[in-house]
């Protein structure tokens, strides 16, 4: 590329999100949103998915992950808005006042690590209760034992990156 010259390294790391871009999936529970898959994601496919507000008590969407210690892990995803900025909480409960992110209409990735959120071993796409906005597009959802990595795609399992090894 014409950029800056970079290496990634970074150790071994498993997301233990399954799967990570299809927010549609069984694993995903929905309450109060409708979901449109097939958006455009930040590589520049169509895997990243508008999720609207239905308008009802709990807006949100979860899905559980086998995990020992979640104020341990650290979470990611990648979200925008569909036009303007706002407000909403994402990979946690709205109580949470660490999960309360301002969304642009680029694509950020948010992390978020070490938290108490209901749901012992969940993870929040997003939580509507908090914030400004009524719809969101989400794409790729990561949990980590440790800090989080770049991006491990999953599907039906965990997913584990060896670590990298750069040698001069």
Do not use: C
């Not at 694993?27 to 520049?44: A, E, F, I, R, Y």
């Not at 694509?107 to 959120?117: C, D, M, V």
């Not at 719809?135 to 999953?154: C, H, M, R």
């Amino acid at each position: 590329s014409s950029g800056t010259p970079m290496i990634l390294d970074e150790p071994q790391a498993t997301n233990l999100v399954f799967p990570s871009k299809d927010f549609n999936s069984a694993v995903w529970s929905k309450s109060g949103v409708s979901l449109t898959t097939g958006q455009l994601d930040p590589q520049g496919n169509n895997t990243a998915t508008l999720v609207i507000n239905s308008g009802t008590a709990f807006q949100s969407m979860t899905a559980g992950y086998n995990s020992a210690n979640v104020l341990t892990h650290g979470r990611q995803i990648w979200a925008k808005t569909t036009s303007g900025t706002g407000t909403v909480s994402l990979l946690a409960h709205n109580s949470n006042l660490n999960s309360r992110f301002t969304i642009t209409n680029s694509w950020q990735k948010f992390t978020l690590k070490g938290y108490n959120s209901t749901g012992a071993n969940s993870i929040y796409g997003v939580d509507f209760r908090f914030g400004t906005l009524m719809e969101v597009l989400l794409w790729e959802s990561q949990a980590e034992t440790g800090d989080p990595s770049s991006s491990i795609f999953t599907t039906n399992a965990a997913v584990t990156r060896n670590d990298d090894l750069v040698t001069v």
